[in-house]
């Protein structure tokens, strides 16, 4: 089992910065990627950024540029540096892990992420 936690969400304005954490715990040895989702009121979860514990790194096109997906392997955490923040990033952002590919067996429990015009 692995256990994920997020921090680091709030209210920003517009071209603002934040920063997510998310940290992992238990059996770390089970899991190589890790991931960034997001849900917006009345959207479907879609993914924002992933990375694999080779270092490879996808993100989802309307945030190429902005948001930059990193891990700390001795900290067992992910981050998400998101600059330049639009209205339209406003949701709550899921960390996930999984052995492979988009195979998320585990998830964070979310933190809102509000950006104010």
């Known amino acids: 089992q692995v256990h994920l936690v997020e921090s680091g969400g709030g209210l920003v304005q517009a071209g603002g910065s934040l920063r997510l954490s998310c940290a992992a715990s238990?059996?770390?040895?089970?899991?190589?990627?890790m991931g960034w989702y997001r849900q917006a009121p009345g959207k479907q979860r879609e993914l924002v950024a992933r990375i694999n514990f080779g270092g490879s790194t996808n993100y989802a096109d309307s945030v190429k540029g902005r948001f930059t997906i990193s891990r700390d392997s001795a900290k067992n955490t992910v981050y998400l540096q998101m600059n330049s923040l639009k209205p339209e990033d406003t949701a709550v952002y899921y960390c996930?892990?999984?052995?492979?590919?988009?195979?998320?067996?585990?998830w964070g429990q979310g933190t809102q992420v509000t950006v104010s015009s």
């Open positions: 996930a892990a999984g052995p492979r590919g988009l195979d998320y067996t585990y």
């Open positions: 238990g059996s770390i040895f089970s899991i190589n990627t």
